[in-house]
């Protein structure tokens, strides 16, 4: 633009495109009004959108689900985005209900509009094992709407409706088949399967376990799990409010389970 970068440095964004055919590709600046007259074209539209992210404090990486008139659960030309991985450390991605060797993780993917229960499946790649956290970083048109995070490996659903947050942990190489993404449509009607099995809460602070739980479920053991699977440590059976010194253990992340009739109820304990 004849400004030397010493004067004036311009804004600029880089791409990386994979090439579906042979042929010329061509960039096109899209984003500006009809006039030319603002910089970004506002699109009026009522898609849900959620951007999910996974990071270690040293590494990020994100992906872009969005509900939308006219997807299809099939590749969208034009909707989706492949993934490719420009980091050797981290990725996260969709991996589409279709098995194709071409289009196996997607960065942004555009499914049709949203419906109660909906599951979305996330792939994750690691050059380091360790805790990882997964995060709600931003929502659009999704208010009404529930979220959880599952962990197969755990049988847990961690719910990060509102910037929610959760830690996973994760081994070395890919994961795949273990998370996913499960959407309810009405904040208010709709409970998580823990939370209509039985209300449990459980924290550490300063080396103490409390859990408190409603009279349904006393009488039940406990077991603690790090974020490897192990169990740490299992209680006797509890009543409706329950302490255990675990000054032992190393501070971190733990998973409570109850266990006896039924299904287990699970929360983080932190």
Same mark, same amino acid.
């Given at each position: 633009?004849?400004?030397?970068?010493?004067?004036?440095?311009?804004?600029?964004?880089?791409?990386?495109?994979?090439?579906?055919?042979?042929?010329?590709?061509?960039?096109?600046?899209?984003?500006? @009004?009809?006039?030319?007259?603002?910089?970004?074209?506002?699109?009026?539209?009522?898609?849900?959108?959620?951007?999910? @992210?996974?990071?270690?404090?040293?590494?990020?990486?994100?992906?872009?689900?969005?509900?939308?008139?006219?997807?299809?659960?099939?590749?969208?030309?034009?909707?989706?985005?492949?993934?490719?991985?420009? @980091?050797?450390?981290?990725?996260?991605?969709?991996?589409?209900?279709?098995?194709?060797?071409?289009?196996?993780?997607?960065?942004?993917?555009?499914?049709?509009?949203?419906?109660?229960?909906?599951?979305?499946?996330?792939?994750?790649?690691?050059?380091?094992?360790?805790?990882?956290?997964?995060?709600?970083?931003?929502?659009?048109?999704?208010?009404?709407?529930?979220? /959880?995070?599952?962990?197969?490996?755990?049988?847990?659903?961690?719910?990060?409706?509102?910037?929610?947050?959760?830690?996973?942990?994760?081994?070395?190489?890919?994961?795949?088949?273990?998370?996913?993404?499960?959407?309810?449509?009405?904040?208010?009607?709709?409970?998580?399967?823990?939370?209509?099995?039985?209300?449990?809460?459980?924290?550490?602070?300063?080396?103490?376990?409390?859990?408190?739980?409603?009279?349904?479920?006393?009488?039940?053991?406990?077991?603690?799990?790090?974020?490897?699977?192990?169990?740490? /440590?299992? @209680?006797?059976?509890?009543?409706?409010?329950?302490?255990?010194?675990?000054?032992?253990?190393?501070?971190?992340?733990?998973?409570?389970?109850?266990?006896?009739?039924?299904?287990?109820?699970?929360?983080?304990?932190?």
């Amino acid at each position: 633009n004849g400004y030397s970068i010493g004067a004036q440095l311009a804004s600029s964004q880089g791409f990386m495109a994979k090439v579906i055919s042979t042929g010329t590709v061509q960039f096109n600046n899209g984003q500006r @009004s009809a006039t030319n007259g603002a910089f970004l074209r506002l699109a009026e539209d009522d898609a849900k959108r959620i951007w999910v @992210s996974l990071d270690n404090g040293s590494h990020f990486n994100e992906v872009n689900v969005v509900f939308m008139d006219g997807a299809t659960d099939a590749y969208d030309m034009g909707m989706d985005g492949l993934k490719l991985r420009g @980091s050797a450390d981290i990725a996260l991605a969709v991996r589409p209900n279709y098995a194709s060797e071409t289009h196996e993780e997607l960065c942004i993917a555009a499914l049709p509009p949203l419906y109660e229960g909906a599951i979305v499946e996330l792939t994750a790649f690691v050059a380091e094992a360790g805790p990882y956290m997964v995060r709600n970083r931003e929502t659009e048109n999704m208010e009404g709407v529930r979220v /959880w995070l599952g962990d197969r490996t755990f049988g847990i659903e961690t719910e990060i409706t509102d910037a929610g947050i959760t830690a996973v942990h994760l081994a070395e190489g890919e994961t795949v088949g273990r998370l996913y993404l499960r959407f309810a449509l009405n904040a208010t009607d709709v409970e998580s399967p823990q939370e209509q099995e039985e209300c449990l809460t459980a924290w550490i602070h300063n080396g103490m376990l409390t859990i408190m739980t409603d009279n349904k479920a006393a009488g039940r053991h406990v077991t603690l799990h790090d974020l490897y699977g192990r169990t740490v /440590w299992r @209680s006797a059976r509890i009543g409706e409010r329950f302490h255990a010194d675990l000054s032992g253990l190393s501070p971190g992340i733990y998973v409570v389970r109850m266990e006896g009739r039924g299904n287990c109820a699970v929360k983080v304990a932190r």
